[in-house]
């Protein structure tokens, strides 16, 4: 009896000790549908769609085009991105409105006479490649949605017009990105208040951006590609030395692309196509680690991460050779999808040793080589699935403000390797199959996925976060297949990134210090990870007659809400 008191007395301890350590985050539940997005009242207007009769798409239309009012730093009409979707009833489409390259555009427009990169590609009106969002989300809206057009855009009219209270984040935010912004007389207008800054709370108004998604709900998407905006755009441009011209914007067209798809464990995955790198990567890493017993010591062991930084090394290698724009180069898809090549790759990972990134090359023979984004998913009362991922690329993009028209521009261009061989903004190393040309697309890492569990979605996930973002997701997925994590626990566990170059395994600051010193004593060149260089993953999981919603808590906000 003594014992067994002693031992009570004991677990209440441990207990003591260790509950604040597992006080993990809930998913929001619900049983019909659900929007989880990174602003709250982007959120709002998705659920408030679906409450009113719309479906997933419709949901989706409405929360990116609330997303460019209330989420400027990402959410956007003047850049581009990718929606996935799965129908109910078995039929997928990726609707493509990644950015393009203005016809003028030419292989070195970014190198000086010396051939070193300038800061062109990043900041600037050079900066941006031909936006496709409007494009894309009519397109959704035409084919597969039900709602009237100006009924989805109606939320975003209001949110500019009436304003909305400044988060602190967004407050931060502002100050944070005052040395870009403030380079563009608009800009600073407009998000910094002139240099006074906007307060925490302090309504945000935005007449001009108003007025531009007015006419965007009642002439669609002809305003912004031929109409008064596509005008207004095309004459700023020629006046500040951008090279988008009335004739690019006319002749911007988003596209449907056939899905990736494949299968892990027993799920079926969708994701997305180049020029997606993503995808591919998804499935071609899933399928290194799948027989290499890298879950036996369980989630967040060295031996975990050291086979999927092995897995990220190989396929990093891959893209910077093979992917680009499907339009342009020949992506040998099924080549570096093949089970006996993904076993080749395999076989190279050492169980105990990391291989160093020099030893890794792009892995093809010849004869078979044929800083800001958003992400939020959406499942209706039907069992639609809708993943989008959308950007400026950096934070607040180019940072120039269309003035007269109130929205912000990409920086897109950077994703195109400027100079084949050398690194971009995010580092990585991209080659021929990713250089400039007119009306080209650059290759991309956001990763819209659906995972299918018995035909039904089981997961609908996808994050901001340049090449982090296809790294991030499938530890995401690896957390909820094969280590049981609900979607919550799912995105919060510690994350590791690794890109084949530069020779770093990045370990964010939650990952125990005893795994890097492993890791480390492996051969990896560990660094903690830069904390804004995090995907945040955004994530519905269905599982047991209920949705889980989730936000990733490195990120500055956001909600999952449902009914
Ligand atoms: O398409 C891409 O891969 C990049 N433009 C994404 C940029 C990004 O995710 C930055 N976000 N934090």
């Known amino acids: 009896m003594k014992t067994h008191f002693v031992r009570f007395l004991a677990v209440l301890l441990i207990s003591a000790l260790i509950v604040p350590a597992l006080d993990a985050r809930e998913p ?40 460019a009012v209330t989420h400027p730093y990402a959410g956007n009409i003047g850049g581009g991105g990718f929606m996935l979707i799965r129908m109910a009833d078995g039929r997928t489409t990726f609707i493509d409105f990644r950015e393009k390259a203005p016809a003028a555009a030419t292989h070195d427009m970014y190198l000086n006479a010396n051939g070193v990169p300038t800061g062109d590609s990043v900041v600037g009106w050079r900066s941006a490649g031909v936006p496709g969002t409007v494009r894309g989300l009519a397109l959704a809206n035409k084919k597969y949605g039900r709602e009237a057009w100006p009924e989805l855009v109606k939320p975003a009219v209001a949110l500019a017009t009436n304003g909305f209270p400044v988060s602190k984040w967004q407050m931060d935010s502002w100050r944070r990105s005052s040395p870009l912004l403030s380079q563009f007389p608009e800009s600073k207008r407009t998000f910094l208040k002139g240099g006074a800054y906007y307060d925490w709370q302090e309504i945000f108004k935005q007449p001009e951006l108003a007025r531009t998604l007015d006419r965007i709900a009642h002439l669609g998407a002809a305003d912004f590609y031929d109409g008064e905006t596509a005008h207004i755009l095309a004459a700023e441009m020629a006046k500040n030395g951008g090279l988008i011209t009335l004739a690019d914007l006319q002749n911007y067209q988003a596209v449907e692309r056939t899905p990736l798809e494949g299968d892990y464990q027993g799920y079926h995955i969708i994701s997305s196509p180049p020029p997606s790198s993503g995808g591919l990567g998804l499935l071609q890493m899933l399928a290194m680690l799948n027989g290499t017993g890298y879950d036996k010591s369980g989630a967040g062991s060295a031996l975990s991460y050291h086979y999927m930084a092995e897995a990220m090394r190989r396929y990093f290698a891959d893209r910077s050779k093979y992917l680009g724009d499907p339009d342009f180069v020949n992506i040998p898809i099924s080549a570096l999808l093949a089970p006996a090549y993904v076993d080749s790759r395999r076989a190279t990972i050492r169980p105990d040793r990391a291989t160093p990134a020099e030893q890794i090359a792009p892995g093809l023979t010849a004869a078979n080589e044929g800083t800001n984004t958003t992400h939020y998913s959406i499942v209706d009362q039907e069992g639609n699935a809708v993943a989008v991922t959308y950007t400026l690329n950096n934070g607040y993009g180019s940072g120039v403000t269309v003035p007269g028209a109130g929205f912000l521009l990409n920086d897109e261009m950077d994703d195109f390797a400027a100079k084949p061989g050398g690194p971009n903004m995010f580092g990585l190393v991209q080659g021929e199959s990713n250089a400039i040309a007119p009306g080209k697309r650059p290759l991309s890492s956001m990763t819209p996925t659906i995972i299918l569990k018995d ?109």
């Open 455 to 563: 035909g039904k979605p089981f997961l609908v996930l996808g994050a901001p976060g340049g090449p982090v973002i296809i790294t991030s997701m499938l530890q995401v997925i690896l957390n909820v297949i094969d280590f049981g994590m609900n979607a919550q626990d799912a995105i919060d566990f510690p994350r590791i990134h690794d890109q084949w170059k530069p020779d770093r395994l990045d370990t964010e600051s939650t990952v125990s210090p005893d795994t890097v010193a492993q890791l480390r004593h492996m051969g990896y060149q560990t660094q903690t990870a830069d904390p804004n260089e995090k995907a945040r993953v955004e994530v519905i999981l269905i599982s047991a007659g209920w949705l889980q919603g989730a936000v990733d808590g490195r990120g500055g906000g956001g909600k999952a809400e449902g009914y």
């Open 28 to 67: 929001i539940y619900a049983r019909k549908a659900m929007v989880v997005a990174e602003q709250d009242l982007a959120t709002e207007v998705g659920v408030s769609v679906l409450r009113s009769g719309g479906n997933a798409v419709d949901a989706a239309v409405a929360v990116g085009l609330a997303l």
